[in-house]
């Protein structure tokens, strides 16, 4: 099975219990768990992590790129300001997905932009926890066709 890293950033630690009008009432591990089940119907061992530090999550990107991973990744509140988030997953060596659950274009304009779009393969937004799903099936497709 080809490994992926979903990769989430600040507060979404935090779902099922923040805004869950906005993100949902489904907490981190069952998001999590929806990520390894998808995976595992699609051939791929998926590990889900979570982290509120900017660093950690650079750090983890850095990872993937020496070790060719493919990334879902939902930067969250990084999305719309961390160039040095952006510049390191500009190193990719993997397909890249941008995930949200939420919607930002129809949300606060200060969340219409986003950093890293334009260094990922592609953006799914808007779905809710499906959004990962979509996501990791785009993935998928994108190994199968490299």
């Keep these: 099975?080809?490994?992926?890293?979903?990769?989430?950033?600040?507060?979404?630690?935090?779902?099922?219990?923040?805004?869950?009008?906005?993100?949902?009432?489904?907490?981190?591990?069952?998001?999590?768990?929806?990520?390894?089940a998808t995976g595992r119907s699609l051939?791929?061992?998926?590990?889900?992590?979570?982290?509120d530090d900017e660093a950690e999550l650079i750090g983890w990107v850095h990872q993937a790129a020496d070790q060719r991973l493919p990334i879902v990744i939902n930067p969250a509140a990084f999305t719309?300001?961390?160039y040095a988030?952006?510049?390191a997953l500009a190193m990719r060596t993997a397909p890249l997905?941008?995930?949200?659950?939420?919607?930002?274009?129809?949300?606060?304009?200060?969340?219409?932009?986003?950093?890293?779009?334009?260094?990922?393969?592609?953006?799914v937004a808007?779905?809710?926890t499906y959004s990962y799903v979509l996501a990791l099936q785009a993935v998928a497709e994108l190994l199968a066709e490299a």
């Design 80 to 82: 719309h300001y961390s």
């Design 85 to 87: 988030l952006r510049d």
């Design 1 to 36: 099975m080809r490994p992926v890293l979903v990769l989430n950033g600040p507060n979404l630690g935090r779902l099922g219990s923040r805004e869950p009008d906005v993100y949902g009432t489904v907490d981190f591990e069952g998001l999590a768990e929806a990520c390894r």
């Design 97 to 123: 997905v941008e995930v949200h659950l939420s919607n930002p274009a129809a949300r606060e304009e200060f969340r219409h932009n986003s950093v890293v779009a334009g260094v990922a393969s592609g953006t």
């Design 126 to 128: 808007g779905f809710g």
């Design 43 to 51: 051939g791929l061992h998926v590990e889900v992590r979570q982290t």
